[in-house]
């Protein structure tokens, strides 16, 4: 009978057991879940509304949560009024910004023919400039020479010197023939103009050197004429970008109340007082929890169980009287559920400590 009688016994006891755990475990969830709530709470974010010289702030809130909704402000009707006449102007800005390009054009057409003329000064060497330089100006030289030659012909046939010849040279040891003979007055001519044609070389060669720099500065000057042109375009933008500027930053002191007033909120809200509040929440449930696993009439029916079936190994089956003897042990303090080496050690036979 004790072989029956102790399994249903314990199967009773760890069901109560099983039973005190489970409703323990509820109750730490429903304990945690109202810690996480209060700690929520304590976090939420609270702004504060804020009025200014320039503006309020508004926040709207949810009737149901009671959570922030919306947020906004609203600027002072004299800041508002400067907004108008602002923007008002900076659509004109905007409309002269539009007809900038147009404005502009002639520079762009400009800057095209400077580069065109600049590339045809570039286009001889500068020995090839040199060489025109010198023709053109023997060319305007011409006339005055051929004169002045008749002139000194002239002069020297009236004064019978016209057949003179002196100063010739013989060979010169190299071969060349030497200088030829002529009048004084001749050779004083072709002296000058030999000096004038060895000034003009000279004039020649900074002359092609100046007309290559002049045609290079040309691309320069038409390429800064480029670069006004884009001056000009974005510098048209200029009142357009400044009225905007202007009108936000009066759009800013309209706002500053609610940035006040959320950061006063962000403030108020203490995630750490949430952590504490939370984390001793967490630690009060789980308290209570390994309180309410226990259960007395659980232990007590698993013991009786346990006992039920020494006595039945030992002596058949238990008495009623045997029974309440040990109920009445375990809930006084006298008897604590056995172990596994009491049971071995011969606790529950007829004279153990168990057994009476």
């Known amino acids: 009978m004790g072989e029956i009688v102790g399994p249903v016994l314990g199967f009773m006891g760890a069901k109560k057991q099983a039973s005190a755990m489970e409703s323990a475990a509820a109750q730490s969830a429903a304990a945690q879940t109202e810690a996480a709530r209060i700690a929520a709470e304590e976090a939420r974010f ?35 009024a400067y907004q108008d006449r602002i923007m008002a102007l900076t659509g004109q800005g905007l409309g002269f910004a539009e007809q ?28 090839q400039a040199a060489e025109r330089y010198i023709s053109q100006q023997q060319e305007l030289l011409a006339p005055s020479r051929e004169r002045q ?8 046939f009236q004064t019978g010197r ?137 232990g007590f029916l698993q013991g009786l169980g346990r006992t039920a079936s020494g006595y039945g190994q030992a002596s058949g089956i238990p008495s009623l009287g045997q029974l309440g003897n040990l109920a009445y042990n375990y809930f006084s303090g006298a008897m604590t559920p056995p172990t596994a080496y009491e049971q071995e050690a011969g606790a529950f036979e007829p004279g153990g400590y168990y057994g009476g």
């Open 46 to 80: 609270r702004p504060i509304g804020i009025t200014t010289r320039f503006g309020q702030s508004q926040f709207g809130y949810d009737p149901t949560t009671g959570r922030v909704s919306s947020a906004g402000y609203e600027v002072s009707p004299e800041l508002k």
């Open 100 to 127: 900038a390009p147009g404005l502009y054009a002639p520079l762009q057409g400009a800057a095209t023919g400077l580069f065109g003329l600049g590339q045809q000064y570039l286009a001889e060497s500068p020995q």
């Open 149 to 156: 030659f008749a002139q000194l012909q002239n002069r020297l």
């Open 162 to 298: 016209g057949g003179l010849a002196v100063g010739g040279t013989g060979e010169r040891p190299s071969g060349a023939a030497g200088l030829g003979a002529a009048s004084p007055e001749m050779e004083a001519y072709y002296n000058a103009l030999a000096q004038q044609d060895a000034q003009l070389a000279a004039q020649a060669m900074q002359a092609g050197q100046q007309q290559t720099a002049f045609g290079a500065g040309l691309f320069g000057t038409g390429a800064g004429l480029l670069g006004s042109y884009g001056q000009g375009l974005t510098g048209a933008y200029a009142p357009f970008t400044t009225g905007l500027g202007t009108a936000g930053s009066i759009e800013s002191l309209g706002m500053e109340p609610l940035t006040i007033g959320s950061a006063l909120g962000g403030r108020i809200a203490s995630p750490s007082a949430a952590n504490a509040l939370l984390q001793g929440g967490i630690g009060a449930a789980q308290t209570l929890q390994r309180a309410g696993e226990l259960s007395p009439m659980g």
